[in-house]
């Protein structure tokens, strides 16, 4: 058996922060919904300090979850902000508190002003605070991709003896290559005390577009938590995509040692919920959920797939609750597709006939980007009145 890796959705916090994303509470409700259908293991409903519209979406969210799924709300390491959430938690089966602070010289010297010692110290401080009011204190350590490895180990050592069940090395601004974060998972496996009795947990950013390669090297080296959004949506360039990761581990579990619990027949519905409510539409090429992501248009790929469908597809599109692969008619299509498309629509054609509407199915691709269903009637009317 695989490790079982936890998905943490950061869809109605951090994917929220995508600039025109926001959402209201009746919205995130909505969502929340989608994410137990998902069966995600913990939802991050909000930061509750930041308005009392999230303070209220978290509180219901709580609510609403229940015991199926544990629900998180972010704070800074500040005590205000850990009374918000604990107050917005109140209700919460499965609650847990998310604190903590910058760890990179970055933040330490240019935003919060502080030295090592008084980073660690308020470190230690907000978990201290937060674990009166829950069992379940997740630490995160802003930056930590940019962070001196040695000063970020002590941090992490130190926020797991003040009580933290969970410990967030986040690559907050997508800088790291996969290989060196995988490495400095691997560090901290090797030289933090007690993080073997915790939940390492990875949240990585898309700057460079790696934020699902960061996220499974974290979870190669050691991570059991992967945090995560549908559609990859959250700040700047966004956050690791949920179906990806998951899809991801489903193809090589067996070389990550990792599989989830997730329903991943509900991707494509999770993706066009979330695209709806936040205005963010997805690209057309994106992994998984892409309009495109399952269609073929070149006439040696439709070859392959209409005689076996995985000579160039790696998922049954049924898994991701996609209906079925599409095979698009453009001027790159061959006969095969041509004639697979003729016959679900009722017309059969072999040899010289089928050679003759081809030429003329060129003919009309070459000045389109797609060739449609009522095109083919078109052009199967007018070879009707040639014969
Ligand atoms: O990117 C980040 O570091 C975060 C933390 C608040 C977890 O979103
Ligand atoms: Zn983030």
């Known amino acids: 058996m695989t490790r079982k890796i936890d998905i943490f959705d950061t869809t109605l916090r951090d994917g929220e922060q995508s600039p025109g994303a926001s959402m209201n509470t009746e919205e995130k409700l909505v969502i929340a919904r989608e994410l137990l259908r998902l069966n995600v293991d913990i939802i991050e409903a909000g930061f509750p300090i930041s308005s009392p519209g999230d303070f209220e979406s978290v509180r219901r969210i709580a609510e609403l979850a229940g015991d199926a799924a544990t629900v998180c709300a972010l704070t800074r390491a500040v005590e205000k902000d850990i ?5 917005a938690l109140r209700y919460a089966k499965r609650p847990r508190i998310h604190t903590g602070i910058g760890v990179s010289p970055s933040h330490m010297r240019d935003k919060l002003r502080i030295t090592e010692d008084e980073c660690v110290e308020r470190a230690v401080k907000c978990v201290s605070y937060a674990k009166k009011f829950v069992e379940d204190v997740q630490f995160y350590a802003e930056d930590a991709g940019r962070s001196d490895f040695a000063f970020l180990a002590r941090v992490i050592e130190a926020v797991i003896a003040a009580g933290a069940t969970v410990v967030n090395i986040p690559d907050t601004t997508g800088y790291s290559l996969p290989e060196d974060f995988g490495a ?26 790696m934020a699902t390669a960061l996220s499974l090297a974290g979870v190669r080296n050691g991570a059991t938590q992967i945090e995560c959004t549908i559609n990859g949506l959250g700040e700047r360039a966004g956050n690791t995509a949920m179906e990806e990761v998951v899809m991801a581990m489903r193809m090589h579990g067996a070389e990550l040692d990792a599989h989830t619990d997730i329903n991943t027949r509900e991707f494509i519905k999770a993706s066009r919920l979330v695209s709806s409510i936040t205005g963010m539409n997805v690209q057309a090429n994106k ?10 248009s070149s006439g040696i790929h439709q070859d392959g797939v209409l005689k076996k469908r995985d000579t160039y597809e790696i998922i049954d599109p049924a898994e991701v609750g996609v209906g079925a692969s599409q095979i698009v008619l453009t001027a790159r299509s ?12 009722g017309y059969v054609y072999e040899g010289d006939e089928l050679d003759r509407i081809y030429t003329a199915f060129l003919d009309v691709a070459d000045k389109k980007k797609e060739v449609y269903d009522e095109d083919l009637e078109a052009l199967v009317n007018e070879s009707d009145r040639e014969l």
């Not at 009374?83 to 107050?87: G, I």
């Not at 992994?287 to 073929?296: E, L, S």
Request: proline fraction near 0%.
């Open 83 to 87: 009374d918000s959430a604990a107050d």
């Open 287 to 296: 992994a998984i959920v892409g309009a495109n992501a399952f269609a073929h």
């Open 334 to 345: 061959g006969h095969a597709a041509l004639k697979h498309r003729l016959e679900e629509l």
């Open 184 to 209: 400095r998972i691997k560090y901290l496996m090797d030289h933090v005390k007690g993080i073997e009795d915790v939940t390492v947990s990875v949240h990585c950013h898309n700057d460079l577009g």
